[in-house]
């Protein structure tokens, strides 16, 4: 049950990881016509998206250490 909850949670981690490049090459794309707005609050979803990654991927480790 652990390998199968860490599995889980390392494609969630990866899935939230590819969100995260995708709205910061959106947001890149923002700036560059001048949609400054748009482009920062984007770039703070991507980052969000980086941490809720960064935390499953916490969890994953966790997983496999119990």
Do not use: C, F, P, Y
């Not at 652990?2 to 700036?31: G, P």
């Amino acid at each position: 049950m652990q390998e199968e909850e860490r599995v889980v949670l390392e494609q969630q981690a990866l899935e939230a990881l590819r969100e995260s490049t995708k709205t910061l090459e959106v947001a890149d794309q923002l700036l560059r016509v001048g949609n400054i707005r748009e482009a920062e609050r984007l770039r703070d979803e991507a980052r969000q998206k980086r941490h809720v990654s960064i935390w499953l991927m916490k969890q994953a480790k966790t997983a496999t250490n119990h």
